[in-house]
């Protein structure tokens, strides 16, 4: 079992910065490779970004490319998602997931989930 909390959520205005954080609780963190996720209401869950367990690699949604970068410190069991020149359509509720799968886009592959932290960013 791993259990996942986000935080770092807030209002900022378009062009703005956010830094979400996610911390893993219970099994090896650095087993797991971990996966963010953003739902905007009346959307499906979007993939955002993923990095391997060892941090090594990562892969990002089209959207975010360029502009959001995922990282992890698995001494301190915890990752990141670092968003630059935020958009008004990237508001959501923001997930951290957990899989053993590796470089993962599809939210039905991902055992564990946070509850989510709702970015909102205001033109």
């Known amino acids: 079992q791993v259990h996942l909390v986000e935080s770092g959520g807030g209002l900022v205005q378009a062009g703005g910065s956010l830094r979400l954080s996610c911390a893993a609780s219970?099994?090896?963190?650095?087993?797991?490779?971990m996966g963010w996720f953003r739902q905007a209401p009346g959307k499906e869950r979007e993939f955002v970004a993923v990095?391997?367990?060892?941090?090594?690699?990562?892969y990002y949604g089209d959207s975010v490319k360029g502009r959001f970068t995922i990282s992890r410190d698995n001494a301190k069991s915890t990752g990141y998602l670092n968003m630059n020149s935020l958009k008004p359509d990237d508001t959501a509720v923001y997930y951290c997931a957990a899989t053993l799968l590796g470089m993962i886009t599809a939210t039905e592959k991902y055992d564990y989930w946070g509850q989510g932290t709702q970015v909102t960013v205001s033109s």
């Open positions: 219970g099994r090896t963190f650095s087993d797991y490779a």
């Open positions: 990095i391997t367990g060892s941090g090594g690699n990562t």
